[in-house]
């Protein structure tokens, strides 16, 4: 059936006005960190204003330290995706290229990891951390981060070593080769892709979440998403700060995406998007 003119620019309206739903109330929250305070509750609301970066100056450099969370952030999102991704490699190979009893379970085991409330293991965690001493340390969190991160990591390169044909390996093993430079010299580049995705996904996880590093960071050592949640004060919610951090943490995962997004959709026709 051919759509008509008319029936595109309802579609084009409908379109649209669906997008609108779900873009402006991010879009509104991005602009209120560029307002004056006192517009935060004006209303009726102020659509044309003059942006500042008040907000930004404030809880960035003068007096605000989370300057020092971002850089926190990036410490424990880039060691969380370095430790996760050799063991995630390791287990998601030999799931899909060996023979073993408890395969299904041992992955049902990984995904029963990713569907518990990450607060479940919260204070097992802090007394084990607080036990060895790691208590508000970097490594604290970049280790129990791994709780979310290698579960993800394996059941998604998995799907990407599956998809890496089998044949190719034992050919190089027929010419001499042995496991590890078959690995290392076929599979591995074949399955850089899946490998990148992964990473990526690893990083923006251990970026966004908060529970962890609310309980075991301190004051040195919390992440950005620790900071914006200490704008919520007795004395009232500082809703221009809390947006200014907010678009500020928003930036590096959607810098990584927007660079190597390429990846993303030649990963997912890969195969990632198997079960």
Do not use: C
């Not at 006192?38 to 003059?50: A, Q, S, V, W």
């Amino acid at each position: 059936m051919r759509i008509t003119t008319r029936q595109k620019i309802v579609i084009y309206i409908l379109s649209l006005l669906v997008l609108l739903l779900f873009i402006g109330p991010i879009l509104w929250f991005i602009l209120l960190a560029f307002r004056e305070p006192g517009d935060t509750y004006r209303l009726p609301p102020k659509i044309f204003f003059e942006p500042t970066f008040e907000s930004f100056d404030v809880t960035f450099f003068n007096p605000g330290n989370n300057a020092r969370q971002l850089v926190n952030s990036f410490i424990v999102s880039t060691g969380t995706t370095l430790l996760s991704l050799p063991f995630s490699l390791a287990a998601a190979y030999a799931l899909s290229r060996f023979s073993m009893r408890g395969k299904r379970f041992i992955m049902n085991w990984y995904i029963s990891l990713l569907m518990a409330p990450p607060i479940v293991f919260i204070i097992p965690y802090f007394i084990l951390m607080t036990r060895i001493g790691w208590a508000g340390s970097y490594q604290a969190m970049i280790v129990v981060l791994q709780t979310i991160t290698i579960p993800f990591s394996v059941w998604l390169l998995k799907s990407f070593m599956d998809d890496v044909p089998i044949d190719l390996e034992e050919a190089a093993l027929v010419d001499g080769a042995s496991h590890a430079q078959a690995f290392f010299s076929i599979t591995l580049p074949l399955a850089l892709p899946g490998i990148i995705v992964t990473a990526m996904f690893a990083f923006v996880f251990s970026w966004n979440n908060v529970i962890f590093p609310l309980i075991l960071s301190k004051q040195q050592t919390a992440t950005l998403p620790v900071g914006t949640i200490s704008f919520f004060a007795s004395t009232g919610v500082y809703w221009n700060q809390i947006a200014a951090t907010a678009v500020v943490a928003m930036l590096p995962p959607m810098l990584i995406f927007l660079a190597l997004g390429r990846y993303v959709v030649r990963g997912l026709t890969f195969g990632a998007v198997k079960g």
